[in-house]
């Protein structure tokens, strides 16, 4: 019974509303789960175990219970420490549809003009549809739209206008679901049940699965792109600890 209802509360409930609940019990769940295995990079804290996450397959170790990141998170943060200066240098970002355990940080952040947008979400600075987004061009020297594009069926359009809004020599994230099995995207645009899309592209809301041409459609727009496999610059123990998936990839992008 305990399993069945920790796979509703993880699964089954946005994560944005289980972001929130846990600011209320986060003193309970680190105290539960407070251990040596794992390290989430984002609050520094350890942990015995992660907890599992995925709405078919269950990936185990997934999600962490203090930020509840998951692996690509993780990843991105690592990035962003190691090998750049965005928590030093001063940056003009934008960020669609933020994720809320780097939204509060990013906000806090003195050196950061930091901007988040987002049609629906209610904790965003702008509403803004990314398909005609409301900002001058070349305005942001990063961007970060992570797990989005994956919902839009102009997903050329809403990568157009991220390019658009992006400084010349600006950079950045753009994740999104891929099968690094797959030469060519899948997309069916005729389903639309959403325990079809669940079926056919790993969820209720979303209309395609990416393969590596992902990055093809990334440079039609105008990017210079890299598919950096950044998770195996580290060794075992350290993909273990931090719990990272060792064959995702984090996509960059950058403005010539």
């Known amino acids: 019974m305990k399993n069945k209802l920790t796979h509703f509360a993880l699964n089954i409930i946005p994560r944005p509303m289980l972001i929130q609940f846990s600011l209320w019990i986060r003193p309970i769940i680190y105290q539960y789960y407070k251990g040596d295995n794992f390290t989430d990079p984002i609050d520094g804290k350890s942990y015995r175990k992660f907890l599992p996450y995925g709405y078919g397959k269950q990936r185990q170790n997934a999600l962490s219970p203090g930020t509840l990141s998951l692996e690509r998170h993780r990843q991105m943060w690592l990035y962003l420490q190691r090998e750049t200066q965005f928590f030093s240098q001063n940056l003009k970002v934008l960020h669609i549809a933020p994720e809320q355990e780097f939204l509060k940080r990013f906000k806090k952040m003195s050196n950061l003009d930091y901007v988040s947008a987002d049609l629906f979400s209610p904790i965003v600075d702008v509403k803004a549809d990314i398909l005609d987004l409301p900002f001058a061009d070349q305005s942001f020297d990063v961007v970060f739209c992570n797990h989005v594009l994956e919902h839009i069926v102009d997903d050329k359009k809403a990568m157009s206008e991220l390019f658009r809004v992006m400084k010349p020599g600006g950079w950045g994230i753009l994740q999104v679901p891929m099968k690094n099995s ?12 959403p325990k079809e899309k669940q079926k056919h592209f790993g969820q209720y809301d979303h209309v395609r699965w990416y393969g590596m041409d992902y990055f093809d459609r990334l440079s039609q727009v105008g990017f210079r792109t890299e598919a950096l496999f950044y998770s195996q610059q580290f060794s075992d123990e350290e993909i273990h600890r931090y719990g990272l998936n060792k064959n995702e990839i984090l996509p960059l992008v950058f403005k010539p």
């Open 182 to 193: 797959l030469a060519k995207t899948y997309e069916d645009f005729s389903i639309t049940d």
